[in-house]
């Protein structure tokens, strides 16, 4: 059974470094309006979105052809009769970059503290949350059980504070498995990834430099 997070996660501020916003431009699927997300390591001063009343449902996925290769997210939040939709492409990233990502965009989206369940069918994602790997990632300086170093290190650092900042609950789900808000989930990162003028997942592809 999925449970909240208990306590908040204690770590230093991130610091930037002189990068671009990994973000790149989440559209609303139902009116078109180009909305953009935050840097990768500030809030932004003001947001193009509406203010959502808790709690909050929220479906992720994310999708890669060739991991790594182009990518795409998708998110659907729902409370009460609101209901709001977010995909973004990259030209280069992993799919497990993507499912993260799709967490991080949905919940830096809400304008106040609230309750949120996220819904994933990815096992990274959850898991780490749940099973506390990210806790002991932290603890280790952000190295794995076997010594290496966590991949995706800048991700998990921007999700830390949406972690603190809301009263969260992850669960999984199987993919594609006849649950309509996960299945359209999918269809957006899917055809995020294959639209025209793809982000640029800068973080990652500096990594591959």
């Given at each position: ?18 990068s671009?916003?990994l ?34 449902t929220?479906?992720?996925?994310g ?7 182009p ?12 209901r ?20 991080i ?18 096992q ?6 749940n ?18 170093p ?48 793809l ?11």
């Amino acid at each position: 059974m999925a449970t909240p997070c208990a306590s908040p996660i204690s770590m230093p501020k991130a610091k930037p470094a002189g990068s671009k916003s990994l973000a790149g431009q989440p559209t609303d699927s139902r009116s078109g309006t180009i909305l953009r997300p935050p840097s990768t390591y500030y809030r932004p001063r003001t947001t193009n979105f509406p203010p959502l009343p808790s709690p909050i449902t929220i479906y992720t996925d994310g999708a890669c052809s060739g991991n790594p290769g182009p990518g795409g997210y998708g998110a659907v939040l729902l409370s009460g009769d609101k209901r709001r939709e977010l995909s973004a492409g990259y030209r280069l990233t992993t799919n497990n970059r993507m499912e993260l990502l799709a967490v991080i965009v949905a919940l830096e989206t809400l304008r106040q503290p609230s309750e949120v369940t996220v819904l994933s069918d990815s096992q990274y994602v959850v898991k780490a949350i749940n099973d506390r790997w990210l806790s002991g990632w932290i603890k280790r300086g952000w190295k794995k059980s076997n010594k290496k170093p966590v991949e995706n290190i800048d991700l998990w650092k921007r999700l830390i504070p949406q972690l603190e900042r809301h009263e969260m609950t992850f669960r999984w789900v199987r993919g594609h498995s006849d649950v309509p808000e996960n299945e359209r989930c999918d269809a957006l990162a899917v055809a995020a990834t294959s639209g025209d003028d793809l982000a640029v997942d800068e973080a990652f592809e500096r990594s591959r430099a």
